[in-house]
């Protein structure tokens, strides 16, 4: 199982930036898939997850409270890819961004810096 984060970097608030996920190595469209993140200092926590499609409202996403509105996740099962398209960032959402899914245990990215400063 391998898990390759990218599209992250330096916005100013209020700005958008899209994370992607290829994921390789495992049949991508039979698992569920979610992004967490790290800030400085904090424990890492759940951010958004989405279902593998297989039953009715899989594909609908499902978010913190804290990215509620702001942030949509997304798959495309051809290309092996998650997503993660942020909008409004605001200085709180600094963070390593990471992708994951769970076969028989827990499988991580390496993580993306995401940063957002004026």
């Known amino acids: 199982v391998q898990l390759v984060e990218s599209g992250g970097g330096l916005v100013h608030p209020g700005g958008s930036l899209r994370l992607s996920c290829a994921a390789s190595?495992?049949?991508?469209?039979?698992?569920?898939m979610k992004w967490y993140r790290q800030a400085p200092g904090k424990e890492r926590e759940w951010v958004a997850g989405?279902?593998?499609?297989?039953?009715?409202?899989?594909?609908?996403?499902m978010y913190a409270d804290s990215v509620k509105g702001r942030f949509t996740v997304s798959r495309d099962n051809a290309k092996n890819t998650l997503y993660l398209q942020m909008n409004s960032l605001k200085p709180e959402d600094t963070a390593v961004y990471y992708c994951?899914?769970?076969?028989?245990?827990?499988?991580w990215g390496q993580g993306i810096q995401v940063t957002v400063s004026s």
């Open positions: 190595g495992f049949s991508f469209s039979n698992y569920a």
């Open positions: 994951n899914t769970y076969i028989y245990k827990n499988y």
């Open positions: 989405i279902g593998d499609g297989a039953r009715a409202g899989d594909v609908a996403g």
